[in-house]
């Protein structure tokens, strides 16, 4: 057994310990529960906001066939009793037959998290690839994760895009492996669904205050208002601005979010909401990492370095508007009809590096020939009808879930012409500040220029898709279900104009995605579970350097494994092995920026374990590890598999609050992320096994008010997220960094 292994089991003994003396108070007396309970609250901080109390109904997980009544993760929460991602109304945890983790308020609070990169980072089994000083890729057991948005499929989070920040969402559902039953096309890894903030029934206010390491400062607000006396028209807003520098050189954004939802009850059984996010993002001396050295080896020559200049620039413009309207059809029935419209526009310039970085010396040439300028946009449509509800047969409740769904984006992009012919050798990498702007008039996007060109691809998916969750006998269910795709893809180009004709890159009719699962509850807080998902996910775009698109991937998981829930939902415990099979994955070419290779048949497998909530009073707990093993059946092809997802990964947040006396108010955190050896595109660039450590310490004035300070990587560890690139994306990871807020909450 490896010693990762090892450490997972200790720790595996321990909670389980923690789980059985709890029980053993729980069953002591219901008295001196209540007793320890509201000290744990008060010393917790500030009351639970009105958006949360009503979110807090308690859970009915009743097994007489019922379905569950729906509940939300309150302030105190690291877990929630029930998601959404696995079939569009809430299934308690343990009823779902896959791996799943869930983000709440509690955590994003307590660890800090600020974006999706800072979530995505914590949840086990995750894999980050940052992309950018905007955008990163997520990765779980070595597929891309695509994204759900409110459960409708949504690809703006697949397009490499600035992505929103994470205080419009309410939490975060991860659903790992195989999701194509309610996807359709997407990445065999799994579905991050981003749950928005809804309005609610009573007033609410809060806001934090925050200033950090690189001159980091920001402010949000988060407001519930009911807008009539009957509190039938609700609105809610969760706006911020942000203004930052960043541990590498040069670098410097500013960026505001305004975010607002209004809920309308038509009737008693019919509901309107609409939402609108808007996002504007400008960065000077945008990141994308950093190139090999000469030895096709990793540069360690100092943090922060940055191989784009000053005068360098990307910006981004962001909206996004969903609009929904349910409707209850009866007692157990409902139907959903949503959309969802999402529009980014971007501009950037800057210089990217003509040569890798000298490994003895740091010097490397730029030419203005290496100048990336290039506009564009990017837009997603998304609708999803669907049907829920419950029938008896049989003397037993089953449910059934019936929908449509449909999803289109398009990406297009101006590159323009470079007249420039300026050579700029001997450039240190820590001091690219040295490269000249462009000259006057040498930069351009009229058709006349000659060099001018850009590219328009065009995608959509729609299917129909059904789940049925049978009860044949007690306590055991049953889940069947399919789905029926079409997917279409054509790209021509673009600029100058007259734009191209349109040329068919992918053509898919009535792919079928199939789905069983089955799940048996053992007792009523423990269940086995097992299921079968397969996966299609095309590739959109002239991704090969030769031209021409790749091959769709396509792929298949078996999973089975052991859920817990315990204390209404307050805790959850699971553990999985899963295998998954695939082929024609896609891999950035290492030779060719922005260009693509695939691999032949991949076998992943391997086990993951994790715990969330709270194992006694005012000790919550976020632990989790996976192992995962990577064979290609073609010893031939290329494989940089390992620079997605490592063999070992250990991931833990640990969180406690005193319970009262002269140290009541004070809150203690601490975590640990642990990687095994990180594989990039040569056997040279081998980030080997690392651990950093997180902690934070918080202090509640009173109910309304609280400070907290955070530190990340407090041993100041030097080691690279990303190897997996020759000009680019290589990624140090930041060094040891601090952050201060200051929260109020009414």
């Known amino acids: 057994m490896s010693r990762f292994s090892r450490a997972a089991t200790r720790w595996g003994i321990v909670i389980w310990g923690c789980m059985i003396a709890r029980d053993a108070c729980a069953s002591i007396s219901p008295d001196l529960r209540q007793t320890h309970r509201p000290a744990v609250a008060s010393a917790r901080t500030a009351p639970i906001p009105a958006p949360a109390r009503k979110a807090q109904k308690a859970m009915a997980d009743v097994h007489d066939g019922s379905e569950n009544i729906e509940v939300r993760a309150n302030r105190g929460s690291y877990t929630a009793p029930t998601s959404d991602v696995w079939g569009k109304s809430a299934v308690a945890l343990k009823d779902i037959p896959h791996s799943i983790s869930v983000i709440t308020q509690e955590r994003m609070q307590d660890s800090n998290m600020l974006t999706m990169t800072d979530a995505m980072r914590q949840v086990n089994g995750i894999r980050v690839l940052p992309g950018s ?32 920040d994470l205080s419009m969402y309410e939490r975060i559902e991860v659903l790992r492996g195989s999701a194509g039953l309610l996807q359709g096309a997407g990445g065999a890894g799994g579905v991050v669904n981003e749950v928005t903030k809804k309005p609610g029934r009573d007033f609410s206010v809060s806001g934090a205050a925050t200033i950090g390491s690189f001159d980091n400062y920001r402010a949000d607000l988060d407001l519930n208002v009911p807008l009539n006396h009957s509190r039938t028209l609700r609105f809610r807003t969760a706006d911020l601005f ?55 080896t990793l540069w360690y020559g100092g943090r922060s370095a940055n191989p784009s200049q000053p005068w360098g620039y990307s910006n981004y413009m962001t909206q996004q508007t969903i609009v929904s309207l349910s409707q209850k059809l009866g007692r157990d029935w409902t139907l959903t009809a949503r959309g969802t419209f999402y529009d980014q526009g971007y501009d950037m310039l800057y210089n990217e590096p003509w040569t890798t970085i000298n490994a003895k010396t740091g010097l490397l040439t730029y030419e203005d020939q290496g100048i990336a300028a290039q506009r564009g946009s990017s837009s997603s449509r998304s609708a999803d009808i669907y049907a829920t509800g419950a029938f008896r047969l049989l003397g037993r409740t089953h449910h059934i879930l019936a929908g449509f769904n449909y999803n289109s984006y398009d990406q297009y992009v101006a590159y323009a012409n470079v007249s420039g012919s300026g050579v700029y050798p001997d450039i240190s990498i820590n001091n690219t500040a040295a490269v000249p702007a462009p000259p006057p008039g040498s930069i351009s996007y009229a058709p006349s220029s000659g060099g001018a060109e850009g590219s328009d691809d065009f995608a959509y998916q729609w299917g129909f898709y059904g789940q049925l969750r049978l009860e044949p006998v007690r306590h055991l269910s049953l889940i069947l279900g399919g789905r029926i795709s079409r997917f279409s893809e054509h790209s021509r180009d673009a600029y100058p104009s007259p734009r191209g004709r349109w040329s068919t890159e992918s053509d898919i009719h009535a792919q079928l995605t199939p789905y069983l699962g089955a799940v048996y509850q053992i007792t009523p807080n423990l269940s086995w579970y097992a299921s079968y998902a397969s996966i299609f996910t095309p590739s959109v775009g002239d991704l090969r350097y030769h031209g021409g698109g790749i091959a769709p991937q396509v792929g298949n998981q078996i999973e089975t494994g052991f859920k817990g829930g315990y204390f209404q939902g307050r805790l959850n415990i699971s553990a999985a092995l899963f295998r998954m099979e695939s082929t024609n994955q896609p891999l950035s070419d290492p030779q060719h920026i922005g260009f693509y290779i695939t691999t032949g048949p991949i076998r992943r497998q391997g086990w993951e374990a994790q715990v969330d909530g709270e194992i006694l009073p005012g000790l919550s707990v976020s632990i989790g590890y996976t192992y995962l093993d990577t064979k290609l059946s073609n010893p031939s092809s290329p494989d940089f598999g390992g620079a997605f997802s490592p063999h070992h990964m250990f991931k833990s947040w640990v969180h406690y609050t005193l319970p009262g006396g002269r140290l009541k108010g004070l809150s203690l955190g601490a975590g640990i992320d642990a990687s095994s050896n990180l594989r990039g595109g040569y056997p040279t660039t081998l980030q080997g096994g690392y651990m950093t450590i997180d902690s934070m310490i918080g202090y509640a004035i009173n109910r309304n008010l609280r400070l907290q ?36 909450t009414y």
Do not use: C
């Open 709 to 744: 300070l955070n530190a990340n990587n407090l041993t100041d560890r030097y080691y690279y997220e990303r190897a997996s690139g020759v000009w680019q994306f290589n990624f140090p990871a930041a060094p040891r960094n601090f952050m201060a807020t200051f929260r109020a």
């Open 242 to 296: 942000e203004d930052n520098d960043f541990f590498y050189n040069y670098s410097h954004s500013r960026k505001w979010q305004a975010y607002g939802a209004l809920e309308w009850d038509i009737t008693p059984t019919t509901t309107f909401l609409v939402s609108h996010a808007a996002q504007q993002q400008d960065i000077t001396a945008p990141y994308y990492g950093l190139p090999v050295t000469t030895d096709d």
């Open 133 to 164: 000083t905007a955008n990163s890729n997520f990765y779980s057991r070595g597929y891309q994760l695509t994204t759900s948005l409110d459960g409708t499929p949504n690809a703006a989070g697949t397009l490499n895009n600035a992505s929103f």
